[in-house]
Nanobody, 129 residues
Framework: QVQLVESGGGSVQPGASLRLSCSSP????????VAWFREAPGKGREAISC?????????LHVDSAQGRFAVTRDNAKNTVSLLLDALRPEDTAIYYC?????????????????????WGQGTQVTVST
């Protein structure tokens, strides 16, 4: 089973930025569609965005993230990143990356909903004064 590993979380003040990274010690993420999700205390998991193996980015699903969050891929480093800018207390959550093998699909493919077989353990982001 594909193992994904997130890193880069932490405790920051409002307005700060973070860069979360998702990597796999065993497989090439270049063959995968990779998405970011988050789960805040007392709330359900919500999708943020997906980046296809071809680099196409699905629309940000979290309205408040528009203009503040961005997903990028660096195949040379086998990493997919989530850039978090102008963080707010309501962004406090555990952030997860998830992946689905997509070499057999079109380069723009991103799964629907939470249809990802591989998940990381999550990284905590806490935004407070």
């Amino acid at each position: 089973q594909v193992q994904l590993v997130e890193s880069g979380g932490g405790s920051v003040q409002p307005g700060a930025s973070l860069r979360l990274s998702c990597s796999s010690p065993e497989f090439s993420l270049a063959d995968y569609a990779v998405a970011w999700f988050r789960e805040a205390p007392g709330k359900g998991r919500e999708a943020i965005s997906c980046i296809s193996r071809g680099g196409n980015i699905s629309a940000l699903h979290v309205d408040s993230a528009q203009g503040r969050f961005a997903v990028t891929r660096d195949n040379a480093k086998n990493t997919v990143s989530l850039l978090l800018d102008a963080l707010r207390p309501e962004d406090t959550a555990i952030y997860y990356c998830a992946g689905k093998y997509a070499r057999d699909r079109r380069p723009t493919y991103c799964p629907r909903g939470s249809d990802y077989p591989a998940w990381g353990q999550g990284t905590q982001v806490t935004v407070s004064t």
